[in-house]
């Protein structure tokens, strides 16, 4: 929109000044108007002339005035009449670009006096190298609460402490605003984490000069990595079984000179750990780890009646110097005893719910809202079916495509029905999320393709199975759905 308006501003000023030309001509020559020949009069009082004889010999002054006749211009044998038409016209095209010029020029005086205004008066309020210069430490330690995510300040405060300007109690201070300013920005946005691009360099001077105490240090680090990292796990489970879960911290950018390490120490239910697997296997405790990036995946079994528990998830976090390998199984981070010289280790604890359902009650509710209407074409939709000749028999394939997603996860067996009552089943599948979607069906009818079958039905049952293997589902479209008379393409030598 800024760039249609620029051009668009641009396009006027350049007709405004091919114009202002034209217009001051056209009023110049109606200014100066059509000549009207006449009797020729005395250029200097007007005095008929055409009773004066110009013979030789006689007198060459005007018989009224007694000017000379001989000069230029002392005869007059016409006059000019202006044109008002054409000083009209003129004036209308050659006024825009006057006036522009005019209320530019006092709209451009006018900012100028008001900012030169400013500039004086508010000096000390305003956050820019010239303005910070002139302020007390103390005051640009005030500042931060408002200017800690801009250049400006923090590169005054690094220029005093390169000067020896700046007192351990005043970087103190300016750290400990910085501490509140990424608290308060992780109370406000929990799981946003961006880089400190304008602090990097002054708390790499401040921390390699020794001016930061351990405990400051450890505070600057949580408050930067902010609150506990996400447990994403099903809410419901079936008794028996291993219940799935992911760790994931999702912290990409690090403190200058230091990297995040995690690892999942324990679960506990009631204060007791659970045992923790892997798929199919034990799974080591260093395999528990992972860098702030990364995540951790485990099961926990839980064999208990059905109801209401809380499990908590105690994860240690620590920081260490960038270089630093580790010393983990696999190349791992490890548990926090297998940190190397780590600059400082916290621990969160957090608590998930976590219900055991009844027998035949789904993990995945299905919701079956008639208010929401039937799936539309853009949401479900087939694109293509076709049916071609393989080693055994023939198989047909059925490309299923969605557009827009759905109110809810579709998670559905597909049944292929032909007009001869012949049955498919074409398996399962799961579409979530908002991009486009696209995925194919097939089944084997080893017997072949009936010769007089170019259509079929598709059924869609609703089936919680697809879903039930994502954490990040928790409740499924639950009606069923038809599509009629989809066109069979025929590639299996009958139908070509």
């Given at each position: 929109?800024?760039?249609?308006?620029?051009?668009?501003?641009?396009?006027?000023?350049?007709?405004?000044?091919?114009?202002?030309?034209?217009?001051?001509?056209?009023?110049?020559?109606?200014?100066?108007?059509?000549?009207?020949?006449?009797?020729?009069?005395?250029?200097?009082?007007?005095?008929?002339?055409?009773?004066?004889?110009?013979?030789?010999?006689?007198?060459?002054?005007?018989?009224?005035?007694?000017?000379?006749?001989?000069?230029?211009?002392?005869?007059?044998?016409?006059?000019?009449?202006?044109?008002?038409?054409?000083?009209?016209?003129?004036?209308?095209?050659?006024?825009p670009?006057?006036?522009?010029?005019?209320?530019?020029?006092?709209?451009?005086?006018?900012?100028?006096?008001?900012?030169?205004?400013?500039?004086?008066?508010?000096?000390?309020?305003?956050?820019?190298?010239?303005?910070?210069?002139?302020?007390?430490?103390?005051?640009?330690?005030?500042?931060?609460?408002?200017?800690?995510?801009?250049?400006?300040?923090?590169?005054?405060?690094?220029?005093?402490?390169d000067?020896?300007?700046?007192?351990?109690?005043?970087?103190?201070?300016?750290?400990?605003?910085?501490?509140?300013?990424?608290q308060?920005?992780?109370?406000?946005?929990?799981?946003?984490?961006?880089?400190?691009?304008?602090?990097?360099?002054?708390?790499?001077?401040?921390?390699?000069?020794?001016?930061?105490?351990?405990?400051?240090?450890?505070?600057?680090?949580?408050?930067?990595?902010?609150?506990?990292?996400?447990?994403?796990?099903?809410?419901?489970?079936?008794?028996?079984?291993?219940?799935?879960?992911?760790?994931?911290?999702?912290?990409?950018?690090?403190?200058?000179?230091?990297?995040?390490?995690?690892?999942?120490?324990?679960?506990?239910?009631?204060?007791?750990?659970?045992?923790?697997?892997?798929?199919?296997?034990?799974?080591?405790?260093?395999?528990?780890?992972?860098?702030?990036?990364?995540?951790?995946?485990?099961?926990?079994?839980?064999?208990?009646?059905?109801?209401?528990?809380?499990?908590?998830?105690?994860?240690d976090?620590?920081?260490?110097?960038?270089?630093?390998?580790?010393?983990g199984?696999?190349?791992?981070?490890?548990?926090?005893?297998?940190?190397v010289?780590?600059?400082?280790v916290?621990?969160?604890?957090?608590?998930?719910?976590?219900?055991?359902?009844?027998?035949?009650?789904?993990?995945?509710?299905?919701?079956?809202?008639?208010?929401?209407?039937?799936?539309?074409a853009?949401?479900?939709?087939?694109?293509?079916?076709?049916?071609?000749?393989?080693?055994?028999?023939?198989?047909?394939?059925?490309?299923?495509?969605?557009?827009?997603?759905?109110?809810?996860?579709?998670?559905?067996?597909?049944?292929?029905?032909?007009?001869?009552?012949?049955?498919?089943?074409?398996?399962?599948?799961?579409r979530?999320?908002?991009d486009?979607?696209?995925q194919?069906?097939?089944?084997?009818?080893?017997?072949?393709?009936?010769?007089?079958?170019?259509?079929?039905?598709?059924?869609?049952?609703?089936?919680?199975?697809?879903?039930?293997?994502?954490?990040?589902?928790?409740?499924?479209?639950?009606?069923?759905?038809?599509?009629?008379?989809?066109?069979?393409?025929?590639?299996?030598?009958?139908?070509?």
């Open positions: 929109m800024a760039t249609t308006w620029a051009m668009l501003i641009l396009i006027v000023a350049v007709v405004l000044v091919l114009v202002f030309p034209v217009g001051v001509w056209l009023f110049w020559w109606g200014w100066r108007g059509r000549p009207q020949f006449g009797e020729p009069r005395c250029g200097k009082c007007g005095y008929d002339l055409r009773t004066v004889s110009y013979t030789d010999g006689a007198p060459k002054q005007c018989p009224e005035c007694g000017a000379d006749l001989g000069g230029r211009g002392a005869v007059r044998f016409g006059t000019h009449r202006r044109r008002p038409a054409w000083m009209i016209a003129g004036a209308v095209l050659a006024m670009l006057l006036l522009a010029v005019v209320v530019g020029g006092g709209l451009l005086s006018w900012s100028y006096t008001v900012r030169s205004s400013v500039s004086s008066s508010h000096t000390a309020q305003i956050n820019n190298p010239a303005a910070n210069r002139s302020k007390a430490t103390a005051q640009l330690i005030t500042d931060l609460a408002t200017t800690a995510d801009e250049p400006w300040t923090w590169q005054e405060l690094e220029r005093r402490h000067a020896g300007n700046l007192s351990p109690a005043e970087v103190e201070g300016a750290v400990a605003a910085l501490i509140a300013h990424l308060a920005r992780h109370a406000t946005a929990p799981h946003s984490h961006q880089p400190l691009h304008w602090v990097d360099t002054f708390l790499q001077k401040v921390r390699q000069s020794g001016e930061l105490t351990d405990r400051q240090l450890g505070e600057l680090y949580e408050a930067f990595y902010g609150p506990a990292p996400e447990i994403l796990i099903r809410p419901l489970a079936r008794p028996g079984q291993r219940h799935r879960f992911t760790v994931s911290y999702e912290r990409h950018w690090n403190l200058p000179g230091v990297k995040l390490v995690y690892a999942l120490r324990e679960v506990r239910r009631e204060g007791q750990p659970l045992p923790m697997t892997d798929i199919g296997s034990n799974q080591h405790p260093d395999e528990r780890s992972t860098t702030g990036s990364g995540y951790v995946r485990s099961h926990v079994p839980l064999d208990l009646p059905p109801g209401e528990y809380e499990l908590v998830f105690v994860v976090a620590g920081v260490m110097a960038e270089r630093t390998p580790f010393a199984r696999g190349g791992m981070p490890g548990q926090a005893a297998r940190w010289s780590p600059a400082h916290w621990t969160y604890e957090v608590p998930v719910t976590v219900r055991l359902v009844e027998e035949g009650e789904p993990i995945v509710p299905v919701v079956t809202d008639a208010a929401l209407g039937d799936l539309s853009d949401m479900l939709s087939v694109e293509r079916a076709l049916v071609r000749a393989e080693e055994q028999g023939v198989s047909l394939h059925v490309m299923l495509v969605s557009e827009a997603a759905s109110p809810h996860a579709l998670s559905y067996r597909v049944r292929a029905e032909l007009t001869d009552g012949t049955s498919l089943d074409l398996g399962r599948f799961l979530y999320g908002g486009r979607w696209q194919t069906r097939a089944a084997t009818l080893p017997a072949g393709w009936p010769a007089d079958v170019n259509a079929l039905d598709l059924h869609f049952e609703p089936d919680v199975g697809p879903a039930e293997q994502r954490l990040d589902v928790f409740e499924v479209w639950g009606r069923p759905h038809v599509i009629r008379n989809v066109p069979v393409e025929r590639y299996d030598g009958d139908g070509e």
